[in-house]
């Protein structure tokens, strides 16, 4: 998972080339990870070369997100919804990092084609953009 | 990559967490708590100089407030940061752990 500080790394470099504030860069990087443990650990990625392309873009509203790998097919719809009420006994993380990524994205959007799973997303900069 | 330095303050075994809870670190940052856990009948995990969590961080925190419960031993967090008390607000925790109250940090 080594390929997680590169991430980061890149996901730094970018904020600063485009004079992106410090909680920009932190939603970057918690959705990047998430989505990246995701095709490691359950997606089948883990060992796999060249099995995940991230693409980030600055625009007007917001950052968007291009998030592709070559894992097993995966709606993020599928994964499971957190409870987050449940006491400490009954709580299950299975779902948290998808729940996450929703919680911070907007037009989450998924398709399928050609062996890729593909994922766009904005991370909006601006915070008038309504829920 | 976390960072862990330890003190006794107030009663509190207090483990001061720095840097990133990510995927990577989180193995590690489970065994400070558990090691901590096992040791000592209440522990603080003070987060004032954590600059990032993720989800597995989360977790991790999740298994040691459950490795807590399990032998009995008060488990804490405090000291967020105003990020870092995001992820924990998006990630429900106010329902799972005790993260106000009088606290060594």
Redesign the interface.
Known sequence: MSELVTLTAEVGRFCREHALAEDVEFDLDLVLEELFTNAVRHGGCDGVSGAVRVALRARPGGVFIEFADRGEPFHPDQAPAPDLNAPLEERRVGGLGIHLVRQIVRNLHYERAAGWNRLTMLRPTNTEVPK | MIQTEEETRDGWRVVNVSG?A???AADALESVLRAAIEANDKVAASFASLD?I???G??AL?QA??AA?TRGSEFAVCGLSE?VRR?FD???LQ???NIHGVLPC
Do not use: F, K, T
């Open positions: 990133r990510d995927a990577e990032y993720s989800s597995a989360i977790r999740l407030a459950r419960q990020p992820v998006m990630s429900g329902h799972v752990l």
